[in-house]
T-cell receptor
């Protein structure tokens, strides 16, 4: 079945540091890939997405590239801010096996210190 | 535009009691999802509706969980009787289209359930 694996957390960084959160996936069909973010006290919200191989999703300085050859969708940001502290979830939606449901990774807690 | 609304935000019950959660999706959204998020894990789909029909309930424990979406708008999720392992956050999400694999899902704030 479909699955998503995220790097072990939590991740603690200083402000302006470079961020990478690794995400790899297993899918039966041809998935769309997503990063969702959950800020403290708020609901999940879409950060970025990519729907086909080699697509790059980007938003708020975050980027992730859909790599079919390595089945990966790593999240990166060049310079993190304290306000980026949140839980980040990688997810997929598989055309071959679902009607649009999201399969999530376990989440990575990011804490950014001033 | 109003987001996805859920109530209650928190609920504490004893095992074997029943509980119900309510969700009001974004106006005009055809597809509604209920996810269960256990502490330290990612959300897991329980049930998906397209308008008022069920398209995926393969992960719903049907001996104790039930859900309905009347008139293709609001939805309720019920647990009867609750077990300790049902302690989790129950998330409702909606998306505009029908069975949209690449579509954005919009999530509500969730209902945090604690079963004692």
């Amino acid at each position: 079945g479909d699955s998503v694996t995220q790097m072990e957390g939590p991740v603690t960084l200083s402000e302006e540091a470079f961020l990478t959160i690794n995400c790899t996936y297993t899918a039966t069909g041809y998935p769309s890939l997503f990063w969702y973010v959950q800020y403290p006290g708020e609901g999940l919200q879409l950060l970025l997405k990519a729907t086909k191989a080699d697509d790059k999703g980007s938003n708020k300085g975050f980027e992730a590239t859909y790599r079919k050859e390595t089945t990966s969708f790593h999240l990166e940001k060049g310079s993190v801010q304290v306000s980026d502290s949140a839980v980040y979830f990688c997810a997929l939606s598989d055309r071959g096996t679902s009607y649009g449901k999201l399969t999530f990774g376990q989440g990575t807690i990011l804490t950014v210190h001033p | 535009e109003a987001g996805v609304a859920q109530s209650p935000r928190y609920k504490i019950i004893e095992k074997r009691q029943s509980v119900a959660f309510w969700c009001n999706p974004i106006s005009g959204h055809a597809t509604l999802y209920w996810y269960q998020q256990i502490l330290g894990q990612g959300p897991k789909l329980l049930i998906q509706f397209q308008n008022n029909g069920v398209v995926d309930d393969s992960q719903l424990p049907k001996d104790r969980f039930s859900a309905e979406r009347l008139k293709g708008v609001d939805s309720t999720l019920k647990i009867q009787p609750a077990k300790l392992e049902d302690s989790a956050v129950y998330l409702c999400a909606s998306s505009l289209g029908l069975a949209g694999v690449g579509e954005t899902q919009y999530f509500g704030p969730g209902t945090r359930l604690l079963v004692l």
